[in-house]
C-alpha cells in the first residue's frame, strides 16, 4: 500500500498489487533506458509516494548508483551537489521551485546534472529553464512527468534549453505506447473533440486495485478501464495533453489558474510560491512567498497582473507557513477553508 497526497484534504491508502506496480516499473525503465551511462542519481521524494518504491526499484534494476536525499534543505543541497556531482536528480516539482533561488545565486553547485526527472506534476517553464542553464553538460534534459497516485506515471515530456523557448507549460506531452493514455470528457462523461476543455481521464495497465477498506470511495472514480483523475485539461490537435487545473479549484472567469501561476513565477523572480484560490465571494485570490533575502516589489507585481483576469491584492505568506502535503502539493482547499472562515 501507499499513501495519497492528500491535496482535497483526505488522504488515502492505495491497495496495489505486482501488476499495478509492474507496469508503473516497466514505464520508468523505458525512460532509463534512453540513459547509456549509468552515473549517479540523486533522489528526493516522500517515502509515503508510489514514485518512491518505482523509482527506487527502476534505478536499482538498470544498475544505477543511488544517492537518496533525506534534507531538502538549500545548504544540505548545495553540500551533496558540489561533493557527489551527481549525474541525474529527480524530485517533487515543488522542490525544485524551493530550489531555484540556489540554482540562480550558485549554478555550479548543478553543474554536473545532465538529467532533471520532475514527478507526477506540472513545473513553470522559468524554473526549468534555470536548472538546464545551470548544467555544464552536453544536451541537459529536463523531463515531466504528470500522474497520479492510483495510476502511477502518464504522460511525458522532455525539454531542452531550445525546446523551452517557445514551449507552453501547460503542455504536459503524451502517453507511453501501450502503457499510459488520457482522454477528455465533459459532465455527462462523453469524450470531447480535441481542442475542447474537460475532466481528464487516464488509462494505465499500472492502476491500482483499490483503496484500503474504502472500495466504494475508490469506485466513484472508475468509468470502465478510465480513472477520473479530479484534473481539468484538454487535448490539442496533435493529442498532446494540457493540464489547466484542478476539477475542484476551478476558479470562476479564470481559465487556468496554472497558467496564471506559471507566468507570474516566470517573470518575478523575487517569488518562490504563487498560489490562486477562491477568495471571499469565489474571487481569485493569490496567495505569495518572497525568496528568503529579498524584499517583495509590489510594481512588478501589479504591472505582471496587468493583463491578467482581475485578483484580489495577494496575500503574503512565508514559505514554510504555506500549508503542503508529505510530497510538497500546495493544501489549496484547506487554505480556502482557513481565508474564508475569517
Known sequence: MTHTSGTTGIPKLIAHSANSMGFRVQWQRNILSLIRDKELAAFHISPVHSRFNIGISSLMSQGFPLFPIAQPDAENIEKIMTTYKPSIVETHPNNFVQWVSLAREKPETFASIRYYHSTFDAINKETMAVFLNCSERKRPVFMQVYGQSECGPMILRFHTKKSLETLDARNMGYGMKELTDVRIVDQAGLEVPNGTSGNIQMLSKGRALTYYKEDARFAENVYGPFWDSGDYGMKNQAGALFLLDRQVDLVDHIDST????????????????????????????????????????????????????????????????????ATMKVQRLKMERGLNAE
Open 258 to 325: 496554472l497558467a496564471i501561476e506559471d507566468k507570474l513565477l516566470d517573470s518575478l523572480t523575487f517569488l518562490d510560491e504563487v498560489v490562486i484560490i477562491r477568495g471571499k465571494n469565489g474571487t481569485p485570490q493569490p496567495i505569495i512567498s518572497v525568496v528568503s533575502g529579498k524584499e517583495m516589489d509590489f510594481d512588478a507585481w501589479y504591472s505582471a497582473v496587468n493583463d491578467l483576469p482581475q485578483l484580489n491584492e495577494p496575500i503574503v505568506m512565508a514559505y514554510e507557513d504555506i500549508p503542503r502535503t
